[in-house]
T-cell receptor
Framework: GQNIDQPTEMTATEGAIVQINCTYQ??????LFWYQQHAGEAPTFLSY??LDGLEEKGRFSSFLSRSKGYSYLLLKELQMKDSASYLC??????????WGAGTKLIIKP | IAGITQAPTSQILAAGRRMTLRCTQD?????MYWYRQDLGLGLRLIHY???????GKGEVPDGYSVSRANTDDFPLTLASAVPSQTSVYFC???????????FGEGSRLTVL
């Protein structure tokens, strides 16, 4: 079956670095996506990886290893506004997104 | 710039009643989606439409129907609501199968 696993909750300190891991199993693969969702709001797109390696976008970076079925989202210089849920999603061979349950990131001052 | 608009934002509904959640986008995206989001679960696809005039079933389509008469509108109908349909519903759109989805603000539905 198709499955996405990511930690339920993580805690980090303002100014620090945090890595949110995601493992996936899908029928075919057409990319790995990360979305941010603040409480009570809609998800918003953060990043997309389809080739192995690191994609950097400001304070956020996303990594993909297709052979390991593994991705991570790296957040640097954490700010209080980064407190949110981070959703990992993999696109299968039918171009449908399979979503993880999300990782709630709590930032402490 | 509105993006995607959903209505209503919140609704309490008696079981057995019919309910339509509205979704309108102004980005001329060809693909639209309806998801439900429940605590502890990932977003689950209910129905989708790759282009106006076509629709498809997602992971959890039972009890829901959709239509796509034009590019902009993609309403979701619950023919006879049941308590298990209590959820937050998100409409989304994308240009093709890019995976970069634009979401509406959500409709919180409670079925009693």
């Amino acid at each position: 079956g198709q499955n996405i696993d990511q930690p339920t909750e993580m805690t980090a300190t303002e100014g620090a670095i945090v890595q949110i891991n995601c493992t996936y199993q899908t029928s075919g693969f057409n990319g790995l996506f990360w979305y941010q969702q603040h409480a009570g709001e809609a998800p918003t797109f953060l990043s997309y990886n389809v080739l192995d390696g690191l994609e950097e976008k400001g304070r956020f970076s996303s990594f993909l290893s297709r052979s390991k079925g593994y991705s991570y989202l790296l957040l640097k210089e954490l700010q209080m506004k980064d407190s949110a849920s981070y959703l990992c999603a993999a696109m299968d061979s039918n171009y449908q997104l399979i979503w993880g349950a999300g990782t709630k990131l709590i930032i402490k001052p | 710039i509105a993006g995607i608009t959903q209505a209503p934002t919140s609704q309490i509904l008696a079981a057995g009643r019919r309910m339509t959640l509205r979704c309108t986008q102004d980005m001329r995206h060809n693909a639209m989606y309806w998801y439900r989001q429940d605590l502890g679960l990932g977003l689950r696809l209910i129905h989708y439409s790759n282009t106006a005039g076509t629709t498809g079933k997602g992971e959890v389509p039972d009890g829901y129907s959709v239509s796509r008469a034009n590019t902009d509108d993609f309403p979701l109908t619950l023919a006879s609501a049941v308590p298990s349909q209590t959820s937050v519903y998100f409409c989304a759109s994308s240009q093709g199968n890019t995976g970069e989805l634009f979401f509406g603000e959500g409709s919180r539905l409670t079925v009693l």
